[in-house]
């Protein structure tokens, strides 16, 4: 049923997989719930139907960041019904989704990932030497994970890299020269992996890299450093972040290193980032110190 929309969100918006993915993954479920068996009939479907199935999902436990995600797949749906002439008009114009819950990004410590503490972690082998340039590469760049497994050999330049982000917009980031080290050390091992792919990382078996081995190791190294219930690829983007602020970084910089669209949503790790210095001031300021 959605064939030619999802070739639409890959051709012509140029979305990434995961997105596309998501998206059908939204739009079979809204089909489930209304019953629907071909395109003509979401003519039929009003803007209350809509609001009963944010209902139904809230009240399946359903939290709503992940209910306005579905929104959002169903408005875009609804944009290209429009636009194909398949629909007069849209239900979605008089939906609003539920407000998103607001949650602290949760990071790692400075101390928990100190290079005398990751490195060894890591064999020397092309999979060692692979999986420590990924750990790297998050926390050191704030990559998204489908950022990284979109790195190419070109997009390495230098003391820098090219991202491809959300939207198809290209962003440039700067890396240390310790981080330069170690890719020219891993592009030795890699030389030795027979592969066409032009991607940067690469599985053992020279095709590239998929999400779920990319978020299980990544949960597995960060298992042996953090205590953190959450250990994944983006809590290394959310530690980059805070690192960063912390250590003085501007919002507009950051913004731009992480790809943002709009400042309100760099602005979140500022709230980290003041917990830090409400701390500095407690422990150092004479009469910083809380009495009970």
């Not at 943002?260 to 422990?283: G, R």
């Amino acid at each position: 049923m959605f064939d030619k929309f999802i070739s639409y969100l890959q051709f012509e918006k140029r979305y990434s997989e995961h997105t596309v993915l998501a998206y059908g993954q939204d739009l079979n479920a809204f089909v489930e719930f209304a019953e629907v068996k071909k395109i003509s009939e979401f003519a039929d479907l009003s803007s209350a139907f809509i609001r009963s199935w944010i209902v139904y999902l809230i009240e399946g436990g359903m939290k709503n960041k992940s209910v306005n995600r579905k929104l959002a797949s169903l408005r875009t749906f609804y944009k290209w019904l429009r636009k194909e002439g398949l629909v007069d008009r849209s239900p979605m114009t008089k939906v609003q989704g539920p407000k998103n819950e607001k949650h602290l990004p949760v990071f790692a410590k400075e101390s928990e990932l100190l290079p005398s503490k990751i490195e060894e972690l890591f064999s020397d082998d092309y999979s060692g030497k692979r999986d420590a340039l990924m750990l790297e590469l998050f926390y050191q760049t704030g990559i998204r994970l489908s950022e990284l497994i979109g790195l190419t050999l070109k997009d390495i330049q230098g003391n820098q890299i090219k991202v491809l982000g959300k939207r198809n917009k290209e962003r440039i980031i700067p890396i240390s020269d310790d981080l330069v080290q170690q890719i020219q050390e891993y592009l030795e091992l890699r030389k030795e992996i027979s592969s066409k792919c032009e991607n940067l990382l690469l599985l053992d078996s020279g095709n590239k890299l998929y999400p779920t081995f990319a978020y299980r190791k990544i949960n597995y190294y960060l298992g042996k450093v953090t205590s953190l219930d959450k250990k994944s690829p983006h809590i290394l983007r959310h530690t980059f972040a805070t690192h960063m602020l912390n250590r003085g970084t501007g919002l507009e910089t950051l913004k731009d290193l992480l790809g943002h669209a709009n400042l309100s949503a760099t602005q979140v790790y500022t709230h980290n980032s003041f917990a830090q210095l409400n701390s500095i001031y407690s422990q150092a300021h004479p009469r910083g110190h809380k009495t009970s």
